[in-house]
């Protein structure tokens, strides 16, 4: 018995676990209530909607009683969230110095001449609509600020107050740098909406409350990322929206109530199911051909046409607009690559047509990261293109094939 094996025993032996503590937090639905009821009041928001998420906040207290607060909690601080995140109130002032929108839209965008004008005639218009309001005498040069004050509803449900324009042309042309230099010379936040493919209504009007995935609409989106509520919405693609009769129909329908200046003062999304005011918004729509979008809807708008640019107007797009922006952002000074005149015709046309100048950037992005390559490499430090050399810097494959 004396030699039996014994078990060795472990020097520092283990202590054993504790039990576990409880949690130190404390579930308190009232505090979180009142969290939510706090953020609701920390936004200028209307007495309508205000009104109704004070009921939304009741109906929860209540239910805490019930044991279904959890459920219900969250589809309210989600609507709420929403809520105070819309710039109630917030507007920008628009600068309609007709002298400084000219220079804008020259600054950018060479030719167009009667677009130009178009525009022009429009802002001018505003200038003496808001004149009227404020009894300060337009001019061409002076800035008539807009206060959106209560006097300013006299100008809405008006289509020379907010006209819809739609720039109608094919790809390349500048629709969309049009629409923001307008922007721009405005003064207002632009916001680009895409509606290519757009296949369901509640894209654009949101999503009821009551289903899964409840959100606002895109205008609604647009607003809260603009910061104001009078921003410039650019709606693209218009005439690419679903090809299917039944949900084009539903969406021409909702674009109607948005873009026509009689009725989208009290547009209603369909989450937030409260009127929200779009009479200060001005809406700008792109579009390829005008076959894809109802009658009803072109009524409401003025359609611009944009014409393709000829070889000389793309030379000197090329020259004065675009060779600065690819210099710039290719990192390749003046004297590091320039051109000769007789060049260009080559440069801007090197292979069939392009109505546009998306492939004449494309063209000379390429040959700008050649003649990159070609400094890095030690092949040189300046380089000038020529009718002689041109093509080692433009392939004959480079260009739209017609």
């Given at each position: 018995?004396?030699?039996?094996?014994?078990?060795?025993?472990?020097?520092?032996?283990?202590?054993?676990?504790?039990?576990?503590?409880?949690?130190?937090?404390?579930?308190?639905?009232?505090?979180?209530?009142?969290?939510?009821?706090?953020?609701?009041?920390?936004?200028?928001?209307?007495?309508?909607?205000?009104?109704?998420?004070?009921?939304?906040?009741?109906?929860?207290?209540?239910?805490?009683?019930?044991?279904?607060?959890?459920?219900?909690?969250?589809?309210?601080?989600?609507?709420?969230?929403?809520?105070?995140?819309?710039?109630?109130?917030?507007?920008?002032?628009?600068?309609?110095?007709?002298?400084?929108?000219?220079?804008?839209?020259?600054?950018?965008?060479?030719?167009?001449?009667?677009?130009?004008?178009?525009?022009?005639?429009?802002?001018?218009?505003?200038?003496?609509?808001?004149?009227?309001?404020?009894?300060?005498?337009?001019?061409?040069?002076?800035?008539?600020?807009?206060?959106?004050?209560?006097?300013?509803?006299?100008?809405?449900?008006?289509?020379?107050?907010?006209?819809?324009?739609?720039?109608?042309?094919?790809?390349?042309?500048?629709?969309?740098?049009?629409?923001?230099?307008?922007?721009?010379?405005?003064?207002?936040?632009?916001?680009?909406?895409?509606?290519?493919?757009?296949?369901?209504?509640?894209?654009?009007?949101?999503?009821?409350?009551?289903?899964?995935?409840?959100?606002?609409?895109?205008?609604?989106?647009?607003?809260?990322?603009?910061?104001?509520?009078?921003?410039?919405?650019?709606?693209?693609?218009?005439?690419?929206?679903?090809?299917?009769?039944?949900?084009?129909?539903?969406?021409?329908?909702?674009?109607?109530?948005?873009?026509?200046?009689?009725?989208?003062?009290?547009?209603?999304?369909?989450?937030?199911?409260?009127?929200?005011?779009?009479?200060?918004?001005?809406?700008?729509?792109?579009?390829?051909?005008?076959?894809?979008?109802?009658?009803?809807?072109?009524?409401?708008?003025?359609?611009?046409?944009?014409?393709?640019?000829?070889?000389?107007?793309?030379?000197?797009?090329?020259?004065?607009?675009?060779?600065?922006?690819?210099?710039?952002?290719?990192?390749?000074?003046?004297?590091?690559?320039?051109?000769?005149?007789?060049?260009?015709?080559?440069?801007?046309?090197?292979?069939?047509?392009?109505?546009?100048?998306?492939?004449?950037?494309?063209?000379?992005?390429?040959?700008?990261?050649?003649?990159?390559?070609?400094?890095?490499?030690?092949?040189g430090t300046s380089f000038k293109v020529t009718k002689e050399n041109f093509r080692e810097f433009i392939p004959e494959d480079?260009?739209?094939?017609?």
């Open positions: 018995m004396d030699n039996l094996p014994t078990t060795p025993q472990p020097a520092n032996p283990v202590a054993p676990t504790p039990a576990p503590q409880a949690s130190s937090l404390v579930f308190d639905p009232a505090g979180e209530i009142e969290g939510l009821k706090k953020l609701a009041d920390s936004v200028p928001m209307p007495a309508g909607l205000k009104e109704k998420i004070d009921k939304m906040l009741i109906r929860l207290t209540r239910m805490v009683q019930l044991g279904s607060y959890s459920r219900e909690y969250e589809p309210v601080e989600q609507y709420i969230k929403w809520a105070v995140q819309i710039p109630w109130g917030k507007y920008t002032s628009d600068n309609l110095d007709l002298v400084n929108a000219k220079d804008n839209l020259t600054k950018y965008h060479y030719g167009l001449d009667q677009i130009k004008d178009r525009i022009l005639e429009y802002l001018a218009v505003m200038k003496l609509q808001v004149a009227e309001v404020t009894g300060v005498q337009a001019t061409a040069t002076n800035t008539v600020s807009t206060d959106h004050s209560e006097e300013m509803s006299r100008l809405q449900g008006s289509s020379s107050h907010a006209p819809i324009l739609c720039f109608v042309g094919i790809q390349g042309v500048g629709k969309t740098s049009m629409a923001k230099s307008i922007g721009s010379a405005l003064g207002r936040k632009f916001i680009r909406v895409a509606l290519g493919a757009l296949g369901n209504v509640s894209q654009i009007r949101g999503t009821p409350v009551g289903q899964d995935n409840a959100e606002p609409g895109q205008i609604i989106k647009a607003m809260i990322r603009a910061g104001t509520m009078n921003p410039l919405i650019l709606l693209d693609e218009i005439d690419k929206t679903s090809s299917e009769s039944g949900l084009r129909a539903d969406l021409m329908a909702a674009l109607l109530e948005i873009l026509d200046p009689e009725q989208n003062s009290t547009f209603v999304d369909h989450y937030l199911d409260y009127p929200i005011d779009l009479s200060q918004v001005m809406f700008i729509t792109t579009a390829n051909n005008l076959g894809g979008i109802s009658a009803a809807l072109l009524d409401r708008l003025e359609v611009i046409r944009f014409g393709s640019y000829t070889d000389d107007e793309k030379v000197a797009i090329a020259k004065d607009y675009m060779l600065p922006k690819v210099r710039e952002a290719t990192g390749i000074g003046p004297d590091q690559l320039s051109f000769d005149d007789d060049v260009w015709p080559y440069v801007v046309r090197p292979l069939g047509f392009d109505a546009g100048v998306r492939q004449l950037e494309r063209t000379l992005t390429l040959l700008a990261r050649k003649v990159a390559r070609l400094i890095v490499e030690g092949k480079i260009g739209v094939y017609s």
